[in-house]
């Protein structure tokens, strides 16, 4: 069987940072469909956040939220069954999380998140060269 994708995808991130206060607001929006296999998914994520840098402790503390809104659709056939399933979000999580510059290269961060259907924790070490 032959199948065919499309991928559309646009983002952005705005910023702002005043002393040691800081806000950001991250939004991207996708959509992708598969033809051959009846796969599609429309996204869009928005992730509004504001924080405080403390001090020249390298430590930064962050809250805000997540809104996701999506919706995936699968739809086939196993011999004489015809199949359609559809999965959407719950709108908005919490999130709050920690970021730890140790040098001028390296910084670990650690964000939880909560919302009616999705929970989570993101751990990342990063380097920068």
């Known amino acids: 069987m032959a199948t065919s994708s499309t991928i559309t995808a646009v983002g952005t991130t705005l910023a702002y940072g005043h002393k040691q206060f800081f806000t950001t ?13 009846g796969v599609s998914l429309d996204a ?7 924080g405080l840098n403390i001090g020249d402790s390298g ?5 805000g939220g997540q809104y996701q809104d999506y919706q995936r659709q699968l739809k086939g056939q196993l011999g004489d ?13 919490t999130m709050v999380g920690m970021q730890k510059e140790f040098t001028d290269n390296w910084e670990a961060s650690l964000m939880a ?5 999705r929970e989570g924790f993101t751990f ?4 920068r060269f």
Not at 44 to 50: G, S
Not at 81 to 93: C, D, E, L, V
Not at 113 to 117: A, E, F, Y
Not at 124 to 127: A, D, E, F, S, T
């Open 25 to 37: 607001v991250d939004a991207q929006y996708v959509s992708t469909s598969v033809s051959g296999v």
């Open 113 to 117: 998140q909560s919302g009616n259907t």
């Open 81 to 93: 069954i015809r199949f359609s399933a559809t999965q959407t979000s719950s709108r908005w999580s």
């Open 44 to 50: 869009l994520v928005v992730t509004p956040l504001i």
């Open 124 to 127: 990342m070490l990063g380097k």
């Open 59 to 63: 430590w930064r503390i962050v809250v």
